[in-house]
């Protein structure tokens, strides 16, 4: 029976490539000589730390790791921006999380998206992941372009497609 998986991840390399290209922007830039405006990437975590003079700054370097970012080929709705909030030594900080996995809430919402369609299809949550299979690859076909059409706050990849 054919089958497909949903899944929303990130290219951790690209993400670590943009980070590293805005790093040296940062450097190299004149606006930002002799401040202490620092990013750091954690791959582990799934985190980009940023520190910056002032709130400013700190939108700045929001701005230019975003556009590093796309530029990189990675979708901006995997990014959550927290709040800038003071840190220590008169300094501001703010943390990127990336979005990696469908949550719980969001892959229901897409399985009740699939079931108004009314196709002969059955769609399944695996972890961090949602599994879509039917008889039918024209029913498959539209199950992912309706999805591709959605607006569920994360890029998605479907992968894994099966006869």
Same mark, same amino acid.
């Given at each position: 029976?054919?089958?497909?998986?949903?899944?929303?991840?990130?290219?951790?390399?690209?993400?670590?490539?943009?980070?590293?290209?805005?790093?040296?922007?940062?450097?190299?830039?004149?606006?930002?000589?002799?401040?202490?405006?620092?990013?750091?990437?954690? %791959?582990? +975590?799934?985190? #980009? /730390?940023?520190?910056?003079?002032?709130?400013?700054? *700190?939108?700045?370097?929001?701005?230019?790791?975003?556009?590093?970012i796309v530029k990189r080929g990675v979708d901006i709705r995997a990014l959550d921006?927290?709040?800038?909030e003071p840190g220590a030594g008169g300094l501001v900080k703010c943390l990127i %999380?990336? +979005?990696?996995? #469908? /949550?719980?809430?969001?892959?229901?919402?897409?399985? *009740?998206?699939?079931?108004?369609?009314?196709?002969?299809?059955?769609?399944?949550?695996?972890?961090?992941?949602?599994?879509?299979?039917?008889?039918?690859?024209?029913?498959?076909?539209?199950?992912?372009?309706?999805?591709?059409?959605?607006?569920?706050?994360?890029?998605l990849q479907f992968i894994n497609f099966r006869e």
């Amino acid at each position: 029976m054919p089958s497909f998986d949903v899944v929303s991840q990130v290219n951790l390399q690209e993400v670590d490539n943009a980070v590293n290209q805005a790093v040296k922007e940062i450097a190299t830039r004149y606006d930002f000589r002799g401040s202490k405006s620092q990013i750091t990437f954690e %791959k582990e +975590k799934g985190e #980009i /730390a940023l520190i910056a003079d002032d709130d400013f700054k *700190a939108k700045a370097v929001i701005d230019i790791v975003q556009s590093k970012i796309v530029k990189r080929g990675v979708d901006i709705r995997a990014l959550d921006v927290g709040k800038i909030e003071p840190g220590a030594g008169g300094l501001v900080k703010c943390l990127i %999380k990336l +979005k990696q996995g #469908i /949550a719980q809430e969001v892959a229901k919402e897409m399985i *009740a998206a699939v079931k108004k369609l009314n196709l002969k299809v059955q769609a399944q949550i695996q972890e961090d992941q949602l599994r879509v299979s039917g008889k039918n690859r024209d029913d498959l076909q539209s199950v992912i372009a309706h999805l591709r059409g959605g607006s569920y706050g994360l890029p998605l990849q479907f992968i894994n497609f099966r006869e």
